[in-house]
C-alpha cells in the first residue's frame, strides 16, 4: 500500500512538473495598457508632463514600465507635440485630448489613453475670438451682431466660431469699399458690394479700403 501511494505521489509530482515546464515554455504575452497619470491639466503654453505606459503580462504575471516601447500620439491637433517618449508639452491654451501609447506584438494590438486638458479651457480665451477692423479712406463699418462702429470701437469680441456681418459704408468722396485681411489671417467668407461675412474660429484684422 505504502509503494502505491509513493507511486501516485511521484505521478503527481511528475505531472505538475511536466505543467510548470509547459507554462515556463509560453513566451510571455502583453494583455493590457495603461498610461498614467490618467487626467492632467497644462499649467500653459510650454508647460510639461511625462506619462508613462504600464503593460500588463502573462506567462508570468507581471507590470512592466514600457513607456519607452511604446509609441505616443494625441487625437486632437494643435494641442501639444510629443517630444520624447511619454514627454508631452503644451502648445495651446485651449483644448482637450487623448494622449495614447500603443504597442504592437505581432498580431497583438493594445493601447491605453490618458486625459489632458489645456489651461485656458473654459475660459474667455477659449470660448470667444477677436475681431478688429481698419478703415482706409472715408466711410463707416459697423458690425452685427453689434460690437463694432469704426472710427469709433474697432475692436470687439464674439463667441468663439460665431459668424460677424461686417457692412461697409462710404461716406463723403467714397462709392465703394474693398475688404482684406492680414497675410495668413482669417478674411471675408462671403462678400458683397457693401458686406463682409466672417466666421471666428480664430481672431481675425479686417481693414475696410473705401474709395
Not at 508613462?52 to 511604446?70: F, L, M, R
Amino acid at each position: 500500500m505504502i509503494r502505491k501511494w509513493f507511486g501516485v505521489a511521484a505521478l503527481m509530482l511528475a505531472a505538475m512538473t511536466l505543467l510548470n515546464l509547459a507554462s515556463c515554455a509560453r513566451s510571455q504575452k502583453l494583455v493590457g495598457l495603461s498610461v498614467t497619470p490618467a487626467t492632467s491639466t497644462f499649467g500653459g503654453v510650454g508647460a510639461q508632463l511625462q506619462f508613462k505606459a504600464i503593460g500588463t503580462y502573462i506567462h508570468p504575471p507581471e507590470n512592466k514600465d514600457v513607456t519607452q516601447q511604446a509609441k505616443w500620439s494625441i487625437d486632437s491637433q494643435h494641442l501639444v507635440t510629443i517630444d520624447a517618449p511619454g514627454l508631452v508639452t503644451a502648445i495651446s491654451d485651449c483644448g482637450t485630448g487623448n494622449v495614447m501609447a500603443s504597442i504592437q506584438e505581432g498580431g497583438n494590438y493594445v493601447f491605453g489613453t490618458a486625459f489632458v486638458s489645456a489651461a485656458g479651457v473654459g475660459t474667455g480665451t477659449c470660448t470667444q475670438a477677436s475681431l478688429t477692423v481698419a478703415v482706409s479712406g472715408s466711410g463707416t463699418v459697423a458690425s452685427s451682431p453689434a460690437g463694432i462702429t469704426c472710427p469709433g470701437t474697432c475692436t470687439a469680441a464674439f463667441p468663439l466660431d460665431s459668424t460677424v456681418v461686417l457692412t461697409g459704408a462710404p461716406g463723403a468722396g467714397a462709392s465703394s469699399v474693398t475688404w482684406t485681411s492680414d497675410a495668413g489671417g482669417l478674411g471675408c467668407s462671403n462678400s458683397t458690394a457693401t458686406t463682409c461675412r466672417v466666421t471666428l474660429d480664430a481672431n481675425a484684422s479686417i481693414t475696410a479700403t473705401f474709395q
